[in-house]
Structures are given as C-alpha cells and as structure tokens.
C-alpha cells in the first residue's frame, strides 16, 4: 500500500480494479476543509484518462508493472508481434489497444511491453524516436526568417509540423509524449 501524499508521475497503482498510471497530480489544502489530492490518472487496459480525487492520507494499492525489452518486428492483420530479447518468446498484441504508439513504431525496433500478472498492458515507447520524412512540401528560400513550420508525413504515417527547412528524405527526432518535431537528427 502507498499514501497518496507519495504519488509521483509514473507511479502505477490500482484502484476500482483497474491498474492506473499517473500522469500528474497536485496536493490541494483549502482553506476550509480537509487537504485532498487530485490527480490525472491514464488507465492502462484501455488507455482511457481519468481525473480522481482522493482524500490527503487515503491509502491506495501499488501496481508491480514488469518492463520487459522487446524488438517490435511485424504486423500481421491486426496483430503486431514482439519479441523478448532474453528468451525470444513472442508476444502479440492487437492494434486497438496500441493504437497510439504505432504512430511510432518502426519493424526492429526496441521498446517495452508492460506486463502484469502476466498480462500484456501495452508498449512503452522511448521518449524520443528518429523517423525519415517521406513527403513534405520543399522550403523556399526566405521563408526560414518568419520561423514558420509546414506538414510532414514520416515513414510511420505521422503527420507533424516542421519548419520550413526540413525536406524528405531528413532524418528528424521526435518526441512521442506529445508527437512533436524536436530536431533534425
């Protein structure tokens, strides 16, 4: 068990049967009243966000989530296989429940797959991953000065905005909290 007054961002916990991940939180002591937490918690069976209180003081069952590094190599319909680095066992995963991070992945790479109980709750993605722009309207000489940005399609089918000098074919980092450009690679 953890107190509330310990939360911290990352820190997983289950409460209503459900295993929850926060995502931020702030200690709030009116000035009538009881001192209360609330905080932004990220469900990690189906990726829904939710915004709890809980009274300061009030106990709440941590979640041991096991991080175990994988290699994400293929699509096959609707499922997407990784695989254990350590004992090559293959792991499958359907596309709704990792929607968002597909946005990301690319065939080879490294990422991990939280696990609890035995059951697969989806992937943790880097903080920053490099992709190659495939298509994006060319610069014009000039427009950089106006500090700018135009659309560009990775290789994984996002679409973020980047300043006018990145053209296809530039290796780009991006950082997938947000999915934003964060520099040239």
Known sequence: MISVNDFRTGLTIEVDGGIWRVLDFQHVKPGKGAAFVRSKLRNLR??????????????????????????????SGDQHVFMDMESYEQVELPAASIEYELKFLKENMEV????YQG??????????????????????KGD??????????????????????????????????EGTYVSRA
């Open 144 to 177: 950089t000065a106006s500090g700018g940005t135009k659309p560009a399609t990775l290789e994984t089918g996002l679409i973020v905005q980047v300043p006018f000098f990145v053209n296809e074919g530039d290796k780009l980092i991006i950082n997938t909290t």
């Open 119 to 140: 059951e697969t709750l989806g992937v943790e993605l880097p903080n920053t991953v490099e992709l190659v722009v495939t298509e994006t309207e060319p610069g014009i």
């Open 46 to 75: 189906n990726g829904a966000i939710q915004e709890k209180t809980f009274r300061a003081g009030e106990k709440v069952e941590k979640a041991q989530i096991d991080n175990r590094k994988m290699q994400y190599l293929y699509a």
């Open 112 to 115: 991990h797959i939280m696990m």
